[in-house]
């Protein structure tokens, strides 16, 4: 069972940044793909930044150049580097594990309370 918790959000000014952590366990780590989800009130959950195991990185357009997803895999953690900030960045925020093709928390609906981003105008 993957276990997952978010840290890191909280509030800032537009133009300002945050890294938002996500800590892993109950699974091999360095060989499932980390993403990051948001969800802002009246949206749809969206996936904004993918990194599989081998490194490679998909990003969302709405974020592409601004946010950068890294990986440490020796400490079972993902991070989410969010620079230059913009008001509609304000989301909660939250972290999942991809095996194969399976979302984990995405197929479970096991969503915890993620950290939530407010950004400021």
């Known amino acids: 069972q993957v276990q997952l918790v978010e840290s890191g959000g909280g509030l800032v000014q537009a133009g300002g940044s945050l890294r938002l952590s996500c800590a892993a366990s109950g699974g091999t780590f360095s060989r499932v793909h980390m993403g990051w989800f948001r969800q802002s009130p009246g949206k749809e959950r969206e996936l904004v930044a993918t990194?599989?195991?081998?490194?490679?990185?998909i990003y969302a357009d709405s974020v592409k150049g601004r946010f950068t997803i890294s990986r440490d895999n020796s400490n079972n953690m993902a991070y989410l580097q969010m620079d230059t900030l913009k008001p509609d960045d304000t989301a909660v925020y939250y972290c999942d594990a991809r095996i194969g093709s399976v979302w984990y928390r995405t197929s479970t609906d096991s969503w915890g309370q993620g950290t939530q981003v407010t950004v400021s105008s």
């Open positions: 990194i599989f195991s081998e490194l490679r990185k």
